[in-house]
C-alpha cells in the first residue's frame, strides 16, 4: 500500500501462504497497538483542549490511516485464509 493505493504483485503459487499470514498478524498487531494510542490521545480531554489545531489534524490523519491499514490487512488475510482452505 502506498499512500491510500493498493498495488498487488501476481506471484503466480510462489507465496508462502503461511509465512504471509503470519506477518499480517504482525502488522495488525502492532496497527492495532497504534490506534489505541492515537485514540488515547483524542480521547483525552486536556491534551485535545489544549493541543493546536494542526496536532489534532495530525492525529485524526494518523488514526484513519491506521484505520484503513487495519481493513486492508484484515481484507488481505481473509484471501489468503481461503487459499490455505483449497
Given at each position: 500500500m502506498v499512500g491510500t493505493t493498493e498495488y498487488f504483485i501476481p506471484l503466480g503459487?510462489?507465496?508462502d501462504v503461511k509465512g504471509e499470514l503470519?506477518?499480517?498478524?504482525?502488522d495488525l498487531?502492532?496497527?492495532r497497538g497504534f490506534?489505541?494510542?492515537?485514540?488515547?490521545k483524542l480521547e483525552n480531554e486536556r491534551f485535545v483542549k489544549n493541543a493546536p489545531a494542526v496536532v489534532l489534524e495530525l492525529e485524526r490523519k494518523?488514526?484513519?490511516d491506521a484505520e484503513m491499514k487495519i481493513k486492508?490487512?484484515?481484507e488481505r488475510m481473509?484471501?489468503?485464509?481461503?487459499?490455505v482452505i483449497k
Open positions: 503459487g510462489r507465496l503470519a506477518k499480517i498478524r504482525e498487531e502492532y496497527n490506534l489505541i494510542s492515537v485514540m488515547e494518523k488514526k484513519n486492508s490487512l484484515e481473509k484471501e489468503l485464509k481461503k487459499q
